[in-house]
């Protein structure tokens, strides 16, 4: 039976083998950098950037990988080939890399077991569950600012993507009290809109997109495609610190993500953005974004089983 491969430290091996040790530091710790890229027609989007940007990562949590750029664009690119084999022609894979310190000598060494000192590299693939995002698409997503805070920039820079994040789990338990399928939206110390676990969040009004700051936020590649779309719409781009109020009185609010592209925001805390519908430049965009990719985004995502 045919299954995906998984690339692990230094080679391939089928998922069903690919075991990180319990003294890995991303377990211990949860000191975990990641990066997620999409294919579209089963050929990856953007791959380099998102490449550049795990490195990035990495040079600012001191973690030296064996691989350089050119030999992780390679090996990614290998096991998409291997693995977009498994999938129909409808679907489309989502690429995750994560790097982790390696594991915990005092753990490892304590319970007799050889360490392994150097970086944990893990690339494997999945078939992207675009039902999952559906009612993005017919209903819009519900955000909600739950009381749980945006980590500082002073502690962890945001540009660094990671996975240490128990405090958007902490977030998203408040914020589906309020509405299950609820979106949490994480305010910073001083109450300015940052960002969604999985997303950055943007606002409307006048044919201008806001987004906040770079210093509070991870700019996502979907979010540096939006920027490069606006202009080519006649949408004009500002960064600026966003509050609660800025969202509830736009014209038009959308979430930006790798899975999904691009979903409209038609509640913020249970108020309504807008008339409360994806508004028409939602529509004008994700076709732009369509016509960039070659696919029809939207179709893809409605027809999905």
């Known amino acids: 039976m045919n299954e995906p491969v998984v690339y692990l430290n230094d080679h391939f091996v089928p998922a069903s083998q690919a075991h990180l040790n319990i003294y890995d530091l991303g377990i211990v710790l949860g000191a975990t950098l990641t990066e997620m890229t999409r294919t579209f027609g089963h050929e990856p989007f953007r791959l380099e950037e998102h490449i550049r940007r795990i490195l990035r990562s990495c040079k600012y949590a001191g973690i030296e990988l064996d691989l350089d750029y050119g030999e992780l664009v390679k090996c990614t690119q290998s096991l ?8 129909g022609p409808e679907q489309d894979l989502g690429v995750v890399h994560f790097v982790t310190p390696g594991e915990n000598p005092a753990y490892a060494g304590s319970a007799g077991k050889p360490v392994r000192l150097k970086p944990t590299l893990c690339i494997h693939s999945f ?3 675009f039902a999952l995002w559906r009612t993005y698409f017919e209903q819009g997503a519900h955000v909600v600012t739950p009381a749980i805070r945006h980590v500082p920039p002073q502690c962890v820079d945001p540009k660094s993507k990671n996975r240490s994040r128990l405090h958007y789990w902490l977030a998203d338990k ?3 009290a309020v509405d299950p399928a609820a979106t949490s ?3 910073d110390l001083e109450g300015n809109l940052t960002e969604c676990s ?3 969040f943007v606002v409307v009004e006048d044919d201008t997109i806001f987004t906040p700051t770079s210093r509070n936020i991870l700019e996502g590649v979907s979010l540096v495609t939006l920027r490069e779309l606006a202009p080519k719409l006649g949408l004009g781009w500002v960064e600026k610190e966003l509050q609660p109020y800025d969202a509830v009185n736009a014209d038009e ?11 409209p925001c038609t509640r913020f805390n249970n108020t309504s953005i807008g008339d409360g519908k994806p508004g028409p430049l ?6 732009a974004w369509s016509q960039k990719v070659g696919l029809d985004i939207l179709e893809q995502l409605r027809n999905a089983d």
């Open 80 to 87: 998409i080939d291997k693995n977009r084999k498994l999938i």
């Open 174 to 176: 408040q914020s589906q």
């Open 127 to 129: 078939p992207l569950p």
């Open 282 to 287: 939602f529509g004008r965009v994700m076709e």
């Open 198 to 200: 999985g997303a950055n």
């Open 253 to 263: 609010a959308w979430l930006t993500s790798t899975p999904y592209c691009l979903a």
């Open 185 to 187: 939206l994480l305010l």
